[in-house]
């Protein structure tokens, strides 16, 4: 379904991506790990075309993604994005922030929307939030708004970017128990992350990167248990005994 | 000073007033569609419009405004274009302030997290849909206070058009206290008349200011 195949990425005169390739196939959650500055977060953005890439491809069910076609706003719909630091629209109710894809985007009716968001919001366990403002929440609850927000335009793969990083540890449990029931319905996922604890349980594949190439690749339990690469070796040691 | 004096001069003086009210509300409202543009162009990707508006902002901020007036009411005549006094007014103060408003207006977009329009990107938005649904409004919530004291500088700036010769409050008081000699109590009205205008607009300001500073230091909004 996701088709990345050699892209190269510079910021300048830093080669940030080299030679990155990863096939992420219908259903499959693909957690990316790696040490900070290794290009996980890079790889994910340039999938949406968040960040444009300079070689290689990438392709979403055999359509180009390009940055600069007219086609990137219909690719974006088809593919979700979780932040980091959620970003949701802080001048909009959470309803508003889940119904503003389906209205502007896809032109829903309004009660469809609507109806579509409460569900969605029912489902990521905020029911009783639809009218708050994101900064009444915390952060755990913004970051399953942001997944509901994600998941309203019925996309085909949803992109996580360190979706547990800027929560407090106690919060985390409710946004990874989101994240495992998505992946339990057969959502294809793409996950960068720090939970190694997630990525054994949930991930199909984990890809491991260092200085912006993909250096080991495999089954999550084979890859996290038994790392064949020096690196891998070395980065787990280093996370697992934090 | 006398109390007839003040029952006088008042009426005229309110007369004024309203010309007053009329120049601020007609330049706040064209340096605020000038401004906004003058803000989208500064911060367009197309480096001809960014760089007009950024040369016009500069002019505009760099001349005096009673030089702008004195240009567009003296000098425009010869140029074919002849305004009524109190367009010229409307016209300069407008133009003046609209190199205010930009960089107000301009202040608010950029404020806005590079992450909102991110978020909206992979949603799906485009650029225009962006700006108006999230951009903007999230800026104008930043722009309300400056732009409010912009207001404030504009009610008191309209004292300028006294010099082409719009009858405004302060021409209508010069114009009593030449005929009268009545300077302080001439003088103290119009200064009591600009505080009945001005103070509850400040008020106002600092209020919303409160409100905002409020919620983006995650207060409720």
Do not use: W
Request: neutral net charge; charged residues 15%.
């Amino acid at each position: 379904m996701i088709n990345i195949n050699a892209i190269h990425k510079s910021f300048g005169d830093v080669e940030v991506l080299k030679g990155v390739s990863l096939t992420v196939a219908k259903g499959e959650v693909v957690c990316l790990i790696g040490p900070s500055g290794s290009g996980k977060s890079t790889v994910l953005r340039c999938i949406n075309g968040l960040e444009s890439y300079d070689q290689g491809s990438i392709t979403i069910n055999d359509r180009q993604v390009d940055v600069a076609s007219k086609d990137i706003n219909d690719l974006r719909t088809q593919v979700g994005m979780v932040f980091q630091r959620f970003n949701l629209f802080p001048h909009r109710t959470v309803v508003e922030n889940v119904m503003e894809g389906p209205i502007f985007v896809k032109n829903e009716p309004r009660e469809t929307a609507h109806a579509n968001a409460i569900a969605l919001l029912e489902k990521v366990g905020l029911g009783d939030k639809v009218e708050a403002y994101p900064q009444q929440l915390s952060g755990g609850q913004q970051q399953r708004v942001a997944i509901a927000r994600a998941l309203a335009m019925q996309p085909e793969a949803i992109l996580f970017d360190e979706p547990t990083s800027a929560l407090d540890p106690e919060l985390v449990g409710d946004v990874l128990t989101v994240m495992r029931d998505l992946a339990n319905e057969g959502m294809t996922m793409v996950v960068v992350t720090h939970e190694m604890g997630f990525a054994k349980e949930v991930a199909d594949r984990v890809c491991f990167l260092y200085g912006g190439q993909i250096v080991e690749s495999g089954d999550a339990h084979t890859l996290l248990t038994q790392p064949s690469h020096e690196r891998t070796q070395d980065f787990l040691r280093r996370v697992l005994n934090h | 000073m006398e109390f007839s004096d003040i029952t006088a001069f008042l009426p005229i003086l309110l007369k004024g007033a309203l010309i007053t009210v009329q120049i601020t509300i007609g330049a706040l409202l064209l340096s605020t569609l000038l401004g906004l543009l003058l803000a989208l162009m500064k911060l367009s990707p197309v480096r001809a419009l960014s760089l007009t508006a950024g040369t016009f902002i500069n002019v505009v901020r760099g001349l005096p405004i009673i030089v702008q007036l004195f240009y567009i009411y003296f000098v425009l005549p010869e140029l074919g274009i002849q305004l009524s006094a109190f367009q010229a007014s409307i016209i300069g103060l407008g133009v003046a302030y609209s190199a205010y408003q930009a960089e107000n207006f301009r202040a608010g977009i950029e404020a806005i997290e590079a992450g909102q329009i991110e978020a909206a990107r992979s949603i799906g938005m485009k650029s225009k849909l962006i700006m108006r649904r999230v951009v903007l409004p999230q800026a104008i919530r930043i722009a309300l206070p400056p732009y409010g004291n912009t207001a404030v500088m504009i009610l008191k700036d309209s004292s300028l058009a006294s010099t082409i010769t719009v009858a405004e409050m302060t021409r209508a008081g010069q114009l009593i206290a030449a005929s009268t000699f009545q300077n302080t109590t001439v003088y103290t009205l119009v200064a009591l008349l600009y505080l009945c205008l001005s103070l509850p607009l400040i008020f106002g300001v600092n209020r919303l200011e409160r409100y905002f500073g409020k919620s983006a230091k995650g207060g409720n909004s």
